[in-house]
């Protein structure tokens, strides 16, 4: 359809307007010639200029950049080169990069395990723009911890970070992080110690325990860095941050020092984390609703799975279960034991169980009580250090 035409008559008031404007041009010719402007506002006689006196620091900020200036020589950039390949099997480089920290005067490194985890190549740049090749000493994929060594022609003398305690870390004191974030060297950010004893799942799935939240900024790129304490010393790496874009959100979780010193120790000693072993997993948790379903007779514990052949487990006895039920999308081993206490407390969960055994050390003796066909028993089980390859 054309648009509708409108005619001067179908409106006659707006005609009538038209007419009066220019009747009142015909009367009253605007002036000829250039129109008097009105004279502009007078530009300031000086150009800006910066402060001459130097900026006046409190004693706060005074100490935060005495501490930053120090700690930041221990700070390392990590470059990892590694080749993966495409479905038709062409090579395609790929270059990751990460954080990392001295902590001694030789050149050794700690940082992420997911930092150089795959990596072909390592390359550490230090804060004075000198870089070395380094290798890798140990990693553990539990902590999310690994150690790398510098390479050189002649020995280092670094600076190393000092080490801290994590045992005496309190909510709302103030900690400092130093790293690379988005490839920006040597940045700091500062907050406080949000909350102790968090928990946070490494890549291979296991539980790192007694993880510190801090809300200072830890971003891409910060992964392997310190956090400090305001004397600048070292309270944990830096591992991951909450967030549901990937860029810090006030949530940043960092494993603990003393967790850090353990892990460094035994891999300097043994190139691996030294830990109990019982050679056994589970693979159900008993709570009350399950304990109904089964109609078993206790209310907690968790079903033995899976016993490896030569294990401390098997050696002293522990039977796995041989019925198999599928349960969603997983298969459920049932039958076998039901481990209901160790040392005397109950085992609540997986994560309870594993954490307790980990706090104990290879040749140490547990004592496992099990729930068995109807029948309570207790088992004596000496552990053995877990073996390098599962």
Avoid: C
């Avoid at 539990?142 to 909510?171: F, Y």
């Avoid at 016993?307 to 076998?336: E, F, H, M, Y």
């Amino acid at each position: 359809m054309l648009p509708t035409r409108y005619h001067a008559f179908q409106f006659p008031h707006l005609a009538q307007i038209a007419l009066s404007a220019l009747l009142v041009l015909w009367l009253h010719p605007l002036p000829a010639g250039n129109v008097a402007m009105a004279a502009p506002a007078a530009l300031p006689s000086k150009h800006l200029t910066p402060a001459t006196e130097p900026i006046a620091l409190t004693p706060y900020e005074q100490h935060i950049s005495k501490v930053y200036n120090t700690a930041s020589q221990t700070v390392v950039n990590i470059t990892t080169y590694s080749i993966r390949y495409d479905d038709n099997l062409n090579p395609l480089p790929k270059q990751g990069s990460g954080s990392g920290v001295v902590v001694s005067a030789d050149g050794l490194v700690v940082t992420n395990n997911h930092v150089i985890e795959g990596a072909q190549s390592v390359e550490v740049s230090l804060t004075n723009g000198s870089q070395y090749a380094a290798k890798l000493i140990g990693r553990d994929a539990n902590t999310d911890l690994a150690l790398i060594q510098l390479i050189a022609d002649k020995p280092l003398n670094l600076m190393a970070i000092p080490m801290g305690n994590s045992e005496h870390l309190q909510v709302g004191q103030t900690v400092l992080a130093i790293g690379n974030p988005f490839g920006f060297n040597s940045t700091l950010s500062t907050g406080v110690i949000s909350s102790l004893n968090r928990h946070l799942r490494a890549p291979n799935g296991r539980l790192i325990e007694q993880v510190i939240q801090t809300d200072a900024a830890i971003n891409p790129g910060n992964s392997g860095g310190p956090l400090l304490d305001s004397q600048g010393r070292l309270i944990g790496i830096n591992t991951a941050l909450y967030s549901p874009n990937g860029a810090s959100a006030g949530i940043s979780l960092t494993i603990p020092v003393n967790q850090v010193i353990k892990v460094v120790n035994d891999l300097m000693t043994h190139g691996r984390v030294v830990r109990p072993y019982l050679g056994l997993t589970t693979s159900l948790q008993v709570n009350p609703r399950v304990a109904k379903l089964l109609q078993l007779d206790i209310d907690h514990g968790l079903v033995v799975g899976h016993v490896v052949a030569g294990s401390p487990a098997d050696k002293a006895g522990l039977r796995a279960g041989t019925n198999r039920l599928l349960v969603g999308n997983q298969i459920v081993t049932l039958g076998g034991d039901v481990l209901v206490e160790v040392d005397n407390q109950p085992v609540t969960t997986f994560d309870q169980f594993v954490r307790y055994l980990e706090s104990k050390q290879p040749n140490d003796t547990i004592k496992l009580k099990i729930w068995r066909n109807g029948d309570l028993l207790t088992i004596q089980v000496p552990l053995t250090e877990r073996p390098e390859i599962q």
